[in-house]
């Protein structure tokens, strides 16, 4: 547990090599840091850092409702805590635009950016209006029969063909509060990055899954057409694919950030 101001965090954190650049983690709606677990292991040699938000899994709720730009903050004062003054970033779903913000609003803190199974915003191409209202309940992450029957509708892919992925999948959810996961849907209330996407300097990978029912990918290819120095990968899955199939989903990333960085060339 780390206090940033007046906010308790739980953290995680993983120590790697000194003098590497650590990789910030921020997780999807309703998700505590253990979800991102079968993707951590698979990266034994970069130092990880995450954080439960604020109202999700074994953080306190907070004083009052916050924005994505509260997270951002929140995300650099943890930087600062840990002595590291940049970071690579992978945001997933709900934490890809947490990951935006912070790329455009600490962008000297930012190194570079991993877009996961994400959009920008409330001006995306939308869910099905069946998986809107199911993603309006935190009713998945109370009840695992409910995610058993609702699984393949909202996530895609795999869970398809394995209904069953929903159990193994949220084993490890910590679940707090409705109001913690209401707070973080009214985070997203209005948000959008479609104004500044084309003005963020990092190089960015967007990954999506081909069949994901609540980041279409249309909208991984909007973002990628937007932002400047940009790449697609695209997997043959849903919205889950980190979990699904977290080895080539752990390539794609380690690829990525290990490459000589194109700007420093120039």
């Not at 650590?22 to 309703?30: E, S, T």
């Not at 889950?240 to 000589?260: C, G, H, K, N, V």
Request: aromatic content about 8%; glycine content about 10%; proline content about 8%.
């Amino acid at each position: 547990m780390v206090r940033i101001g007046r906010q308790l965090l739980r953290v995680g954190r993983r120590a790697g090599p000194n003098g590497g650049t650590p990789l910030l983690l921020f997780n999807g709606i309703g998700a505590n840091i253990e979800l991102l677990e079968p993707i951590a292991r698979l990266m034994p040699g970069r130092e990880l850092l995450t954080f439960d938000v604020p109202g999700v899994g074994h953080s306190p709720l907070p004083r009052r409702p916050y924005r994505f730009s509260s997270i951002a903050r929140l995300a650099a004062q943890l930087l600062d805590h840990h002595g590291h003054g940049q970071c690579d970033v992978l945001g997933v779903s709900w934490g890809g635009a947490a990951a935006q913000q912070f790329a455009h609003s600490q962008t000297d803190r930012c190194r570079r950016l991993i877009l996961s199974a994400t959009a920008p915003g409330v001006f995306m191409v939308p869910p099905r209006l069946g998986v809107l209202l199911k993603l309006a309940s935190p009713k998945r992450f109370m009840n695992a029969a409910y995610a058993q029957r609702v699984g393949a509708e909202i996530y895609g892919g795999a869970f398809r063909r394995d209904p069953g992925l929903a159990a193994q999948a949220f084993q490890h959810i910590r679940w707090q509060s409705r109001l913690g996961y209401y707070l973080q849907l009214a985070a997203g209330a209005g948000w959008t990055s479609l104004p500044w996407l084309r003005g963020l300097e990092q190089p960015t990978l967007v990954m999506a899954g081909a069949d994901d029912p609540i980041a279409p990918l249309p909208n991984a290819r909007l973002m990628c057409w937007l932002i400047p120095n940009a790449e697609l990968k695209v997997f043959d899955c849903g919205h889950l694919f980190l979990l699904t199939q977290p080895e080539e989903s752990a390539r794609a990333i380690e690829e990525f950030l290990d490459r000589p960085d194109p700007r420093q060339e120039a």
